[in-house]
């Protein structure tokens, strides 16, 4: 059975830091790029970041370019996003999705500021 935990989310002030980590299990996710989403109060589910099968090509929205930074690791079957300056409307709940098929039960952000 696939299952994708994602943490690493909480309370911080603008400006801070935090990193999300999503780990998958059930199977192998190495030939599948791997993303997260945010979906804010009221608002769609929207992309964030996504990385390629090898980690070598990352995209970003417009939005987090120069803030988030995403990684994986095949060996262990884990995505992060690193987020860095974070702003107020960073604030969501943050998915984590492998492949086309595959979503993480969410993590909570919130940017105080």
């Known amino acids: 059975q696939v299952q994708l935990v994602e943490s690493g989310g909480g309370l911080v002030q603008a400006g801070g830091s935090l990193r999300l980590s999503c780990a998958a299990s059930?199977?192998?996710?190495?030939?599948?790029?791997m993303g997260w989403f945010r979906q804010a109060p009221g608002k769609e589910r929207e992309f964030v970041a996504a990385?390629?099968?090898?980690?070598?090509?990352?995209d970003y929205a417009d939005s987090v370019k120069g803030r988030f930074t995403i990684s994986r690791d095949n060996s262990k079957n884990t995505v992060d996003l690193q987020m860095n300056n974070l702003k107020p409307e960073d604030t969501a709940v943050y998915y984590c999705?492998?492949?086309?098929?595959?979503w993480g039960q969410g993590t909570q952000v919130t940017v105080s500021s």
């Open positions: 990385v390629s099968n090898s980690g070598g090509i990352t």
């Open positions: 059930g199977r192998t996710f190495s030939s599948y790029a």
């Open positions: 999705r492998v492949g086309d098929s595959y």
